[in-house]
Structure formats: structure tokens, C-alpha cells
């Protein structure tokens, strides 16, 4: 069946710098878009960033932009979202997602399998 793992969360400082990865499995993963998405508490799951399938597209939310960059390795089976100058407000569960298709995908729906997320928390 399909599994998604992440991992790399942590208590951090601010501007700091985190990794975090999923592993998939159970899938042909280089045929899926991904994505990371997180949601602080009390607040809506938004998506933070996607990539296609080839990880030659990607997008980011403008939020993020030049902070956080997503990346896949298709030989790994895994999916990156690397975290610079972390901020309080980057706090939340980073999920990752597998998308319905090669593209990559904005909304919650558009995406069919999810992981069990990892904590980040950023402390002033």
C-alpha cells in the first residue's frame, strides 16, 4: 500500500536551518507530483510548496519564496523541503502529500495520499 514517512522535524532556533524529507513507497513514485503542505494550530492546512513529477517544475507559496525550495530524488523514492532562516511563525506540521497526477497540484483535494506529518517548532 501507499506510505508517505517524513522526518527532519525538531525544536529549532529562529534562523536556523531544518531538512525535512518523505520517503514514499508503495507507488511508482517518479510518476507523481508531491507536496508539502502544514498547518499551525487553529489555522487551515496551506500548501507550502509542489513539485512535478521530473522535479524540473515547482512551485512555491510567495511567503516562503526564497526561504524554502523543494526537491525530489527519484532514485531515493524521496521528496525534500529545505527550511532556511526559520521563523516563529514557520511553526506547524509539515505534511507531505502525493498529488493525483505527474503535475503538480494546489489544493488539499487534488492530492490522494498524505503522510503523518512531522512537528517543526521555531522558538524565538
Known amino acids: 500500500q501507499v506510505q508517505l514517512v517524513e522526518s527532519g522535524g525538531g525544536l529549532v532556533q529562529a534562523g536556523v536551518s531544518l531538512r525535512l524529507s518523505c520517503a514514499g513507497s508503495?507507488?511508482?513514485?517518479?510518476?507523481?507530483?508531491m507536496g508539502w503542505f502544514r498547518q499551525a494550530p487553529g489555522k487551515e492546512r496551506e500548501l507550502v510548496a509542489t513539485?512535478?513529477?521530473?522535479?524540473?517544475?515547482?512551485f512555491e507559496i510567495d511567503s516562503v519564496k526564497g526561504r524554502f525550495t523543494i526537491s525530489r530524488d527519484n532514485d531515493e523514492n524521496t521528496v525534500y523541503l529545505q527550511i532556511n532562516s526559520l521563523k516563529p511563525e514557520d511553526t506547524a506540521v509539515y505534511y507531505c502529500?502525493?498529488?493525483?497526477?505527474?503535475?503538480?497540484?494546489?489544493?488539499?483535494?487534488?492530492?490522494?495520499?498524505w503522510g503523518q506529518g512531522t512537528q517543526v517548532t521555531v522558538s524565538s
Open positions: 502529500a502525493k498529488a493525483e497526477g505527474d503535475g503538480f497540484r494546489y489544493l488539499p483535494r487534488e492530492y490522494d495520499y
Open positions: 508503495g507507488f511508482n513514485f517518479r510518476s507523481y507530483g
Open positions: 513539485i512535478n513529477w521530473s522535479g524540473f517544475n515547482k
